[in-house]
């Protein structure tokens, strides 16, 4: 059987970033940027004011006299005349500096005397040359590296972008996932549920999964249990989409015909188990480029097995460079029993612990079973049990897995 580590780089390494598009920036937030971004203006791009104040020249200011103020320099305003000798000018943050001026001496180190004109002031705290001036260029000058291929693209980078005038950016494609649940007890969720039915919850779980790992998510109808039917569900899964996501049918029951309609529908076999409470049977299979996963019907072993294995998979075809969440140390903060054998994956809250403020707190949920859907819901974490454990005291020393963490490593993320 494959460890958890394993499957996750068999699964991950099974494919590689979707090709690139061009993406018009107000919808690439989520995508991963395909080339480097070279600035191609200065930012900021004119010397500029930082605070409201004066322009000065640094050499004609002094404790002792007076400086003539001409003039002024706004935001957006009329460019300003170059600074005339021995005088100073009205400034305000985000004007341009005017030819000749070095200093800007803030509005609240001066006494201002307003004359006929525009006054004077008298500077009562003489500030460094070249004080409270944002130089052109100075953040990025043009030709330098703005934000490198392999960058998520969140609301900060999508700030500097239109900073530098990039209305489009290249993106990898967003990965297209179709979901398919299978299981003649399923309805959907404003249907009438007649005796032994239930809603098929995994359906809407997985969607929001998937669109919050950056993907685009299709739900199929469901398929009843019927080998054929499964087959064909199965087959307008595959015709268009990038990953295929299927829940239930994947264990060795008499209903249990996912293999077996995976494998009609030409998908090729990688593996069907995996070392890990919840969600040991999983399938992971391919057919050409298209990654095909069998999740188990359970909803805490599907949730698990979308975080797990799922998650880092739509990282690597979105096109980030570490596609594994990583692991966090954590403390138990009470006392669990656990059968010994397979590694488990528990759910969990952590908390900051109130005595030592680096350290988090685990608090596992305290029904752990694979069907009680309550244990995915508020929770924020999948807390490791190594498989030879048993009796895990309080203050034990475990990692977790934030649920829905940003990917951040190059390796799997588990043993
Ligand atoms: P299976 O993996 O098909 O053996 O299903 C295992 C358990 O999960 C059974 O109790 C099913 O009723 C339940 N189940 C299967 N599919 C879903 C689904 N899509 N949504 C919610 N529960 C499901
Ligand atoms: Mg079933």
């Known amino acids: 059987m494959q460890s958890i580590g394993q499957a996750q780089r068999a699964i991950v390494e099974s494919v590689g970033p979707l090709p690139a598009e061009q993406t018009a920036l107000a ?3 989520g995508r991963v940027l395909a080339s480097d971004v070279r600035a191609e203006r200065d930012l900021p791009g004119f010397d500029h004011s930082a605070m409201d104040g004066y322009a000065a020249r640094h050499a004609e200011l002094s404790l002792a006299g007076a400086l003539p103020v001409r003039g002024e320099s706004r935001a957006g305003g009329t460019w300003p005349e170059p600074l005339a000798a021995g005088c100073a000018i009205r400034i305000f943050t985000g004007a341009p ?10 509005q609240e180190d001066v006494d201002a005397e307003h004359g006929p004109e ?4 008298r500077v009562r705290e003489l500030p460094k040359l070249g004080s409270n001036i944002r130089t052109r260029g100075s953040d990025l000058a043009i030709g330098a590296l703005a934000l490198p291929a392999g960058q998520l693209i969140g609301p900060g ?9 990039c209305a489009r950016v290249a993106t990898y494609r967003a990965p297209r996932v179709a979901i398919v649940c299978t299981g003649d007890e399923l309805r959907d969720v404003h249907e009438v549920l007649p005796p032994g039915a239930l809603v098929n919850s995994n359906a809407y779980m997985l969607a929001a999964q998937v669109e919050d ?3 685009v998510a299709t739900v199929l109808p469901s398929a009843p249990d019927r080998i054929e039917e499964i087959i064909a569900r199965f087959e307008q899964a595959l015709a268009g989409s990038d990953v295929v996501l299927t829940s239930g049918g994947v264990s060795v029951g008499d ?6 309609a995976l494998s009609r529908a030409g998908v090729e076999t990688r593996f069907w188990k995996v070392a890990m409470k919840p969600g040991k049977p999983l399938l992971f299979g391919m057919r050409g480029a298209v990654p095909v996963l069998g999740l188990p019907g359970n909803p805490v072993s599907a949730f698990v097995g979308f975080e797990v294995f799922v998650r880092p998979l739509l990282s690597r075809m979105r096109g980030l460079r570490a596609p594994y969440p990583a692991l966090i140390p954590v403390r138990l903060a009470h006392d669990h029993r656990k059968s010994k054998g397979r590694p488990e994956l528990a759910r969990g809250v952590l908390t900051p612990s109130p005595s030592d403020s680096g350290a988090l707190t685990a608090e596992l949920h305290t029904r752990q079973g694979s069907g009680s859907l309550p244990s995915i819901a508020r929770v924020d974490a999948l807390v490791f049990l190594p498989g030879d454990a048993s009796e895990l005291p309080s203050g034990a020393a475990l990692t977790a897995l934030r649920i ?9 993320t588990f043993p």
Do not use: W, Y
């Not at 980078?157 to 900073?163: G, Y």
């Not at 209903?255 to 077996?260: K, M, T, W």
């Not at 829905?404 to 799997?412: F, Q």
């Open 27 to 29: 919808r690439a937030r």
């Open 97 to 106: 500096m005017p030819q000749g001026a070095d200093t800007v001496i803030i």
């Open 118 to 121: 525009h006054g004077a002031i």
């Open 157 to 165: 980078e999508i700030a500097l972008l239109a900073a530098l005038g």
């Open 213 to 215: 790992a950056g993907g």
């Open 255 to 260: 209903h249990d015909l996912v293999a077996e």
């Open 404 to 412: 829905g963490a940003r990917a951040e490593s190059t390796e799997p």
